[in-house]
């Protein structure tokens, strides 16, 4: 089992950054990728972005390009999300996930873990 914990989320302002953090613990050798959700209030749970644990390939729906950034540190079991020149519409529920190897490679569905997510708010 791998348990993921998200922090870092709070209220900012548009303009603002902001960089989230998910540890994971437990069998993090059974990470092959993780990524990033989010939930608008009164929306679906949606994909962002994510990255094979070895090897750091990277991927990135096209809304966030530019803005949103991926990385991991693998010593520490870390997934990071850089968030720049926040939006309002920013505004959701960050969730880390996991997949496991043998998970289908589809970034947008098929994770093993979750987190609990974090928070984000964007004031205008």
């Known amino acids: 089992q791998v348990q993921l914990v998200e922090s870092g989320g709070g209220l900012v302002q548009a303009g603002g950054s902001l960089r989230l953090s998910c540890a994971a613990s437990?069998?993090?050798?059974?990470?092959?990728?993780m990524s990033w959700f989010r939930q608008a209030p009164g929306g679906e749970r949606e994909f962002v972005t994510g990255?094979?644990?070895?090897?750091?390939?990277?991927y990135y729906v096209e809304s966030v390009k530019g803005r949103f950034t991926i990385s991991r540190d693998n010593a520490k079991s870390t997934l990071y999300l850089q968030i720049s020149s926040l939006k309002p519409e920013d505004t959701a529920v960050y969730y880390c996930?996991?997949?496991?190897?043998?998970?289908?490679?589809?970034?947008?569905?098929?994770?093993?873990?979750w987190g609990q997510g974090t928070q984000v708010t964007v004031s205008s």
């Open positions: 996930a996991a997949k496991a190897p043998g998970s289908a490679s589809n970034w947008y569905r098929d994770y093993d873990y």
């Open positions: 990255i094979r644990w070895l090897g750091g390939s990277t």
């Open positions: 437990g069998r993090t050798s059974n990470i092959a990728a």
